[in-house]
Structures are given as structure tokens and as C-alpha cells.
């Protein structure tokens, strides 16, 4: 069984390949015409394997599920143990880093040799998180479940999909989207540990088989597989957010929001706020509840309802990323809605530029870049002058729990249906 996995996940994808092209050379496939078949065809051989992951990561679950060492300590420790994890995570992270950038250094001759002992080293912290993971993840999964129930989620204190998350590397996605409007054509879950030299090149291939196209390859935190997949992060805010958002879009499944998620980018765009916003406040209740007497932190945690800062407006920073960022999608949505492509994506690849030069390293930025970023609207101006962010905020203010709020969304699948929910709720 184990070297089946092992063919599939490393030839499988490149068996299907070579199928499909001689498919098309000897007139037997489908239609090529057809772009989302074409993308399709030309992403195969970068394809993630889902299905000898989702064996291997519930064969874990099961098996640690049984021992469920957690049951045995008091709060405190379990969370003890998951910041001592994260602290392990960030160590593991900065050694790896400092190992590649002497693998990218040109005056050393070799850096098989100069690193040989960070190696061993980062191979031994690898293999303790590794043991160590799955106690962690069990028990940010029953913290994030104690909180939804208190949200109102879960009869008799059961949560229902379970909570499950795995730490893991996580595939990039590639997002596709016409260049005269900004639109998530297509997607696809891609191979994790691309180079950038890899995601690179499949971008340039798709945008020249496909000149009315423009790709984007990008990493992302989570995926809502099941076990949902968590990639590995130091950060307790950030951790315990991306499980209850990923939580979010597996408790949708149950709904129109969740059933229709592909079927158009205001559907996409609604059900990854909604997934958002509850992911911002179940994280943070999670850190209230849990590890906020283990915490220095200099100010406290925004209001879950709300979101506004306590203790008085915060200063605005020296570069506001996100300021500038609206005003670059406002001034690519208008040249684009006067049929100005190429002066859009000049405009994009001057603004990205001059983010660089502001330290933020953006490789690309292009329609689908706002194709992606914008279906993230929970914040206010993520999604440049798409309106959706904002009546699905309003939604959730004025909703009298969070399990209220994901019911009345869980069932509108246009702007329309959102604008008509805000105007009938009292």
C-alpha cells in the first residue's frame, strides 16, 4: 500500500499528463476550446496529490486520536505545550532560512559542506515537531471547539463538523483570471515546495499559451480539506484564526454558500468573508480565553464584535499597505472598465515597484493577484470598490451571534441576496 501511495503521489500526475496529450494530439479528448480544460491541461504535471495526503493525514488522526494524551493535562499546560511548539516552530524556521541564504550565496563553493552540521541539526528539530504536532493540533482543535460552542455553533456541546486541522506543508494555488476585468476563472491546487523559479515559469507558460490571461502562483495559510491543512506558523493569533476560518468553510459544506463556492466570484468572494470573520473572532477568543495570561503583549486584543481598538485610535503607520493597495485596485478596476489593459497592467507593475521599494516583496502583481487577494474582503478595503466586504461586515454587526450571523449568510450566494439579508435584518 505504501509504495502505491508513494508511485501515485510521485507519477501520478504525470502519467495523466501524458494521457491527456496524446488525447489532444490524436483528436480524441474533449473540446480544447474549452480555456478551463486548456488550464487544466497545460497546470497536470504541477498538480497536488489530495488523495495519498487525505490517507496518510486521517491514518494519523485515528492514531493519535486513540491515545489523546491531551485528556490528561490541565488547560494551562496543554497551552503551555502549544506555545512551547510554536516557539520549536519559529526556531526550526529561522535555521532554515539561514541555510538557504547560503545555498543562494555565490562566494560559497559548498554549501552541502558549510551547512552540513545546520542540517542535522534542522532534521533532528524536524523530527520533534513532528511528534510533537499532533498533540499540539489536537488541542488548538478542542480550544477553537470550546469557543464556537460558546458562539452558539454545536447542540450539546458537540461540533458538528468536528474541528480538524493538520500542520502541513501546503500546496500553492494557481489563480487564473481574464486580463480585461478582474475575475477568478480558474484555480488549482498546485505541488507544495515550488521554487519561485518554478511558480515563475508556469505563470509565463499559461499567460503565453493564454494571451487574453493573466496567472498568479501563491502560497496560502490553510485549505479546507478535511482534516483541514494548516501550514506551520509561530504566531497563536494567527494559528488558532486559520483553524476556526477553515472550520468556517467545512460547517458551510452544509449549505448553498458552501455547496456553490466555485460557481462565481461574488458567491467566492461572500463565503470567504464569512469564513474570515469568523476565523478573526473565534482566534481571538481562543487567545483570550486561553492564552492571554501566558502572553506579553503591549496592548490588548481588539473587540470580537467590532473590531475596534480599545485604548483609543492606534497612530497610522509611516507606509499604509493596505491604503495603498485599495487605491492601486480602484485605479486598475476604472482603466480596466475603460477598456485600458495595457495601461492597467503598466500601472500594476509600477505601483508593484514601488511596494518593493517599501520592503514588501510582492514578484507579481496582476489582475489575478486582485482575483485572489480581493475574494478576502473582511477588512475593510481588500477588495478595492467591490461592495461585497462591506455589507457582509454589516451583516455580521448587526447579527445576534456568530451562529446567527453564519446562518442568515449561509444562504446568499449574490451581492443581491447579501444586500437584501442587511436591508430585512433588524
Known amino acids: 500500500m505504501k509504495f502505491l501511495l508513494n508511485w501515485l503521489r510521485r507519477w501520478g500526475n504525470l502519467v495523466l499528463g501524458l494521457l491527456l496529450l496524446v488525447l489532444v494530439l490524436t483528436g480524441e479528448a474533449p473540446n480544447t476550446t474549452d480555456t478551463k480544460l486548456r488550464l487544466r491541461i497545460l497546470s497536470t504535471g504541477q498538480r497536488f496529490d489530495f488523495f495519498s495526503w487525505e490517507l496518510q493525514a486521517l491514518a494519523r488522526k485515528a492514531a493519535y486520536g486513540l491515545l489523546a494524551p491531551q485528556r490528561f493535562m ?63 493540533e489536537a488541542i488548538l482543535e478542542q480550544q477553537v471547539s470550546v469557543v464556537l460552542n460558546a458562539g452558539g455553533f454545536g447542540p450539546f456541546e458537540q461540533i458538528l463538523p468536528p474541528v480538524s ?36 515559469t508556469l505563470e509565463e507558460i499559461i499567460m503565453t499559451a493564454e494571451e487574453t490571461l493573466s496567472a498568479y502562483v501563491t502560497g496560502i495559510g490553510g485549505l479546507s480539506a478535511y482534516p483541514a491543512m494548516l501550514l506551520e506558523s509561530s504566531s497563536i493569533d494567527w ?19 458552501g455547496w456553490n463556492y466555485g460557481e462565481s466570484a461574488e458567491t467566492r468572494t461572500i463565503n470567504e468573508t464569512t469564513a474570515s470573520l469568523v476565523g478573526n473572532w473565534a482566534g481571538q477568543e481562543v487567545v483570550r480565553r486561553f492564552y492571554a495570561p501566558l502572553l506579553d503583549r503591549p496592548k490588548t486584543l481588539p473587540d470580537p464584535l467590532t473590531r475596534e481598538q480599545s485604548g483609543g485610535e492606534p497612530l497610522p503607520p509611516a507606509f499604509d499597505f493596505r491604503a495603498e493597495m485599495h487605491e492601486t485596485r480602484i485605479n486598475v478596476d476604472q482603466m480596466l472598465a475603460d477598456g485600458q489593459t495595457e495601461e492597467a497592467e503598466a500601472y500594476m507593475e509600477a505601483r508593484r515597484r514601488y511596494f518593493v521599494e517599501q520592503g514588501y516583496n510582492l514578484r507579481r502583481l496582476n489582475q489575478a493577484y486582485f482575483a485572489f487577494h480581493g ?18 461586515r454589516r451583516i455580521w454587526a448587526i447579527s445576534e451571534t456568530p451562529r446567527t450571523f453564519v446562518q442568515n449568510i449561509s444562504r446568499a450566494l449574490t451581492l443581491a441576496d447579501v444586500e437584501r439579508l442587511a436591508h430585512t435584518m433588524p
Open 239 to 257: 494559528v488558532t484564526d486559520v483553524i476556526a476560518h477553515e472550520w468556517t468553510h467545512h460547517y458551510l459544506m452544509q449549505a448553498p454558500l
Open 74 to 136: 490541565e488547560d494551562p499546560e496543554q497551552s503551555r505545550l502549544v506555545l512551547d511548539y510554536l516557539d520549536q516552530v519559529a526556531a526550526a524556521s529561522a535555521l532554515s532560512n539561514d541555510i538557504e541564504k547560503v545555498y543562494v550565496d555565490p562566494d560559497i563553493q559548498d554549501p552541502d559542506l558549510a551547512m552540513r552540521a545546520q542540517q542535522r541539526e534542522l532534521a533532528e528539530r524536524r523530527a520533534a515537531l513532528n511528534q510533537q504536532a499532533p498533540v499540539a
Open 375 to 392: 475574494a478576502y474582503a473582511s477588512a475593510p478595503g481588500a477588495s478595492g470598490a467591490d461592495p461585497i466586504g462591506p455589507v457582509v
Open 165 to 200: 486541522g493538520a500542520f502541513t506543508p501546503l500546496p500553492y494555488l494557481l489563480i487564473v483570471s481574464p486580463r480585461e476585468r478582474i475575475e477568478s476563472l480558474f484555480q488549482a491546487e498546485l505541488v507544495a515546495g515550488l521554487t519561485t523559479s518554478e511558480r515563475q
